[in-house]
């Protein structure tokens, strides 16, 4: 076989939790637990000593960020006023994580999509924001699940860490040291979101997704020609989850609100909607893109006005849902899963010659860029 070193997306695949939560519903637990705290803290409230919480609304939530819906791995306990987190019993050690079984089950997909064996893929890299446990490493439970030869490693980089793994796959194409890599994304993110919190508790949802990078001389006829991927990061404290192995080292601490993910949401949308549109255009003036001929961008799936804006500053003109899809209002926020969703539900009326934009951003902040090209 005659390596061409020039890497491809072979095939995607997703899985999606079956159990989903309405806005309605969700504002109905919120509200209850609302009162539940009010009345409790009657007294203080009345004495001033402290402030009452306030009721969320559907409204405000499909307003501010146009999400609708969220798939989630365990919605009773969520909804529970008295719980308001997934309830998701521990494994024993010899039994399959819950984060590896939902990442398994996307790659599958991506494998049979693309005909290709297990032991023909040469690594698994679990990109995702948060990982089960620190070590054995959550790519390395996948790959022995999968039945794959070779090594694994898990990586994170927030929302952005799909991208970030696309192109690292894309590295080990270019330079020979793999032929056949999955990028798989588990993200179950209702258990590092406060659900009690007005601000973010309709932001997330879980899912799995799953990216096949490979050779373009053993990928599929019909698949997707990676042009370039261009990774930023910069620092920003306005996301933030400070959640860690050194929280059990300071106790008073530990199960302090900032253990969960935490967000200056409208600071965010305003320093990222510029970093994110001038990155992707700097990118398409190096590949010699001309941005307004992208057929269709799938952007990172966390608000419908910053995708707007974004999709605006690229292609020069409001962008349509062909253009530019949502799958934000049924999967809400899925981290890094959210632009590979949007691609994998998003590509197949695409033909031969035309050229895409897949997109992350977030925490850190971080951003990814892979442009594609659909093959004659
Ligand atoms: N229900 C009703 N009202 C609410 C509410 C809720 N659940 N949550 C907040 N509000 C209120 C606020 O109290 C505020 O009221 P005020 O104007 O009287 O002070 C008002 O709504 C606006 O709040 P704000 O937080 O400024 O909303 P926003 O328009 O910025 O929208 C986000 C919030 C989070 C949806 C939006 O900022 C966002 O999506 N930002 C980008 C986040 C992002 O990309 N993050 C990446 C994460 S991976």
Known sequence: MNWTNRPVIAATGLYTPPESISNAELVESFNEYVARYNEAHADAIGM?????????????????????????????????????????????????????????????????????????????????????????????????????????????????????????????V???????????????TSGHLNWRDRDSHFIFGDVATAVLVEDAAIAPENHWEILGTKLKTVFSNNIRNNFGFLNRAAPETASDPDKLFVQEGCKVFKEVVPMVSALILQETERLQIDPHSLRRLWLHQANAGMNRLI????????????????????????SSAGSIIAFHK????????????????????????????KTD
């Open 346 to 373: 998003h590509n197949s009326d695409l033909v031969g010659g035309d050229t895409g934009l897949i997109c992350s951003f977030g925490a850190g902040y971080s951003v990814g860029t892979v442009f594609v090209r």
């Open 174 to 188: 270019r330079a020979g040291n793999a032929r056949s890599v999955l990028v798989v994304s588990p993200e179950i």
């Open 311 to 334: 999709a605006h500053r690229v292609l020069g003109h409001e962008a349509d849902g062909d253009e530019s899809p949502t799958v934000l209002d049924t999967y809400a926020n899925t």
């Open 48 to 172: 001033g000593d402290i402030d009452p919480l306030q009721p969320s609304s559907v409204e405000f939530i499909e307003k501010a960020s146009g999400i609708k819906a969220r798939h989630v791995i365990d919605k009773a306990s969520i909804l529970d006023p008295e719980i308001m987190c997934p309830r998701i019993a521990e494994r024993d050690n010899d039994q399959l994580s819950i984060m590896a079984e939902i990442g398994v089950k996307a790659a599958q997909q991506a494998l049979e999509a693309a005909g290709r064996a297990p032991v023909d893929v040469d690594a698994v890299l679990c990109a995702a924001s948060n990982m089960q446990r620190p070590y054995p490493a959550m790519a390395i439970e996948i790959q022995q699940a999968l039945g794959i030869d070779g090594f694994g490693f898990d990586m994170n980089v927030a929302c952005s860490s799909a991208t970030f793994g696309i192109q690292t796959a894309a590295d080990y």
